[in-house]
């Protein structure tokens, strides 16, 4: 049997709204431009970033390794978001949701669609803190 729920909780305030749009400007923003210093202010330390891949053999669908902050601030630093040309770097950002200390948000870009997961941590503000993504095109592979 299915039954509804409200949510509850109260409205989610205008600066939780501004922070959380911030936080995800300062990931695709900082992506785009190799600004590993807004990247690094956007994630929480113990981030997890995972996408889906398909074994090239098996054919079987898994979960590809999960990326760490700082293995997202270094690929930023080298400027892997640069290789998208300038007039290409489009997205489109969706607050999905607000419940108190979380929240989710659609990140759709050029190459990819990511779901962020953000907390508030109170002085330490709104921090990314799960992301699962994947291409626009094609899949992941992995012979691994």
Excluded at 34 to 49: I, Q, S
Excluded at 69 to 91: I, Q, W
Excluded at 118 to 134: K, M, P, S, Y
Aim: charge should be negative; charged fraction near 30%; proline fraction near 4%.
């Amino acid at each position: 049997m299915e039954q509804s729920m409200d949510a509850g909780g109260p409205i989610p305030r205008q600066e939780d709204f501004d922070a959380i749009w911030q936080a995800t400007l300062d990931y695709i923003e900082g992506w785009y431009n190799a600004d590993a210093e807004r990247m690094r202010r956007c994630l929480h330390p113990d981030l997890v970033k995972r996408t889906i891949e398909r074994h090239v053999e098996s054919e079987e669908l898994r979960l590809r390794h999960p990326t760490a902050a700082d293995m997202l601030v270094g690929f930023t630093e080298e400027g892997r978001g640069t290789e998208v040309p300038e007039p290409e770097r489009l997205y489109q950002v969706t607050i999905v949701d607000i419940f108190r200390h979380i929240a989710m948000v659609k990140c759709v870009s050029t190459q990819f669609v990511d779901y962020l997961q953000l907390a508030n941590f109170g002085d330490r503000g709104w921090l990314i803190v799960n992301v699962l993504w994947e291409l626009r095109e094609g899949e992941i592979e992995s012979d691994s």
